[in-house]
């Protein structure tokens, strides 16, 4: 649990090729499902009632169920969010579609960590993860509306109990993609729903 403050740059090909070669080029891929759940029939609905995100994400032998609640300015999501690990997703699916949720959205994603060594801001007690990802939906099996996307995206997470400013979450951020060339202006506004649905 904890303020999630996080921005996504896509990339193209070439770029997603060119970080993995010089950055992450040891590290393992994990292979993450997720599916999203609403009580909405679609992707736009849910988004025009602002409704929080309930997502299961299957990695390896690992499942979780998570509540997001977004915030989006300027490219920027400042997130509230509560995960919790299941022992069993088939039940928790059970449950959700017996609360009346149905699933909506898939997305496949491989993503590799990236430890940067000379770390740009510290802020002691906030976590800094560096992601480069290939994500895919896996609702469209048809070649025409198949999507793939590659992204570089960089999250600070603060524990509820630390007394850090927004404005703190984003510097570290921004200072995180510097190291990638990329600024604000690159930031992608569109949550993964919007540029898979």
């Known amino acids: 649990m904890g303020r999630e403050f996080e921005a996504k740059v896509l990339l193209t090909p070439e770029e997603y090729i060119d970080i993995l070669e010089k950055e992450v080029l040891n590290e393992p891929s994990v292979k993450k499902s997720d599916i999203y ?5 679609s992707t736009e609905a849910a988004i025009q009632f602002d409704e929080s995100l309930t ?8 499942a979780f169920l998570t509540l997001k609640k977004k915030e989006l300015t300027n490219g920027f999501e400042n997130n509230e969010e509560y995960e919790t690990r299941l022992e069993d997703a088939e039940v928790v699916k059970k449950l959700l579609l017996e609360a009346g949720y149905s699933p909506y959205f898939k997305k496949y994603k491989t993503s590799r960590m990236i430890d940067i060594n000379h770390l740009p801001i510290v ?3 906030v976590e ?20 793939r996307v590659y992204a570089l995206e960089i999250e600070a997470v603060a524990p509820d109990d630390l007394d850090v400013r927004i404005e703190e979450l984003a510097e570290v951020v921004k200072d995180y993609f510097n190291y990638f060339n990329k600024t604000e202006q690159d930031f992608e506004p569109r949550s993964w729903r919007e540029l898979l649905g």
């Open 123 to 125: 802020i002691p007690g």
């Open 37 to 41: 759940y609403s009580k909405y029939s």
């Open 128 to 147: 800094v993860h560096v992601e480069l990802e290939k994500v895919e939906n896996s609702m469209h099996t048809e070649k025409s509306t198949y999507k």
């Open 55 to 62: 997502r299961i994400r299957t990695e390896g032998d690992k």
